[in-house]
């Protein structure tokens, strides 16, 4: 995978919506390494002007993620009860909650226009989060030449992705900061960490295996290399990044006690995934209601936080980040993939 990608360094800066930007994954393939784009957030077109800025900036290889989600299961009543339960903190901040809700995200399992996209651009990676797509999109994009991977946070997922013919795969790891990559979140989670599941999937798939989970530092690279990983997936460590699109409020909580007490929630979006401790987070605690499913409760939530945030408050956002928080410095992208090359070489 290495060779076939031109990269120097065993390091992948993680697809983060909201917080990965053209110029952060410019800047960490120039680097050496591989930088990505988040584009299951958005439209086509919004795809298509991120991914054209970015091969305008590099020329290295660069990966594009998609969310791959099942259609939300819609319940009026269960929307109704959602909104009812976070009511009272909208009038806190002199709102009031969406009559509505939408579900605000288009997964790529739906979207033929995004994958006509993918195909005319012919990005060097595609990566899929939440599951996989169908068997025909899988042979389009790799006839189109992409190199393409999947997150996993079991085996049964990784031998999935295996059969579907993924190339590689991401081990996602409990820690990991941002959403859970579960391909059905009604299921146990066992809970895996990121070098357990490192281990088992290195030895019992024929897939190359990327760590990714609570690795903030050259020496946990070295670590997962040395656990069988081909690669190391890093998000956390980029948040901070003057490259990303982080906002004050999110940049300030990395760099509090709230670093230290990152917690999962399902709260915020519908689906597990893991955060910065924050109001929104002890929201969830309390409310009685169960949030709708992704991605028609985070429609909710981003206009919770547009309340917040207009009155002064920046603790309602989706501040995601990993176990390994604590360990965030602020230093530009590029600085940061030569510190990492250097702790890698360091640790032997």
């Not at 903190?89 to 006509?116: C, H, K, N, V, W």
């Not at 059905?184 to 088992?200: E, I």
């Not at 897939?207 to 998000?235: F, S």
């Not at 995601?320 to 360990?327: E, F, S, T, Y």
Request: proline share 5%; glycine share 10%.
């Amino acid at each position: 995978m290495l060779e076939r990608l031109g990269l120097d360094l065993p390091i992948i800066q993680a697809p983060m919506a909201g917080v990965s930007t053209p110029a952060m994954a410019a800047a960490v393939c120039e680097a050496g390494a591989l930088g990505s784009i988040a584009v299951g957030a958005g439209d086509v077109s919004g795809a298509r002007d991120a991914i054209m800025r970015l091969q305008a900036l590099t020329r290295r290889a660069f990966n594009v993620n998609l969310f791959v989600h099942a259609p939300p299961r819609r319940s009026s009543a269960q929307e109704a009860a959602w909104l009812s339960a976070l009511a009272p903190t909208f009038r806190q901040f002199g709102a009031e909650p969406p009559s509505t809700l939408s579900a605000i995200y288009q997964s790529f399992a739906e979207s033929d226009e995004m994958l006509r996209l993918l195909v005319e651009l012919r990005p060097a990676v595609v990566s899929f989060h939440f599951g996989l797509p169908d068997e025909a999109a899988i042979r389009a994009l790799k006839e189109a030449g992409c190199f393409l991977l999947a997150t996993a946070t079991s085996l049964a997922e990784a031998k999935a992705a295996q059969a579907a013919g993924v190339d590689a795969v991401v081990a996602q790891g409990y820690e990991a900061g941002g959403h859970r990559g579960l391909f059905d979140p009604d299921v146990q989670d066992d809970c895996l960490g990121t070098f357990a599941l490192t281990r088992l999937l290195a030895r019992n798939t024929a897939l190359p295996v990327i760590a990714a989970g609570g690795i903030m530092d050259g020496q946990g690279i070295r670590a997962a290399l040395d656990l069988g990983a081909i690669a190391a997936q890093l998000g956390t460590a980029f948040i901070a990044c003057p490259e990303s699109s982080a906002d004050a409020a999110f940049r300030n909580a990395l760099f509090s006690e709230a670093a230290h007490h990152t917690t999962m929630t399902r709260a915020i979006s519908g689906r597990p995934a893991r955060c910065l401790a924050n109001a929104f987070t002890k929201l969830g605690l309390s409310i009685g209601a169960t949030p709708p499913d992704y991605p028609v409760a985070y429609d909710a939530a981003k206009a919770l936080n547009a309340a917040a945030m207009a009155a002064g408050d920046g603790g309602f956002g989706a501040q995601w980040a990993g176990q390994g928080a604590p360990l965030a410095r602020l230093l530009p992208a590029a600085d940061l993939i030569r510190a990492l090359g250097e702790e890698l070489r360091a640790a032997g």
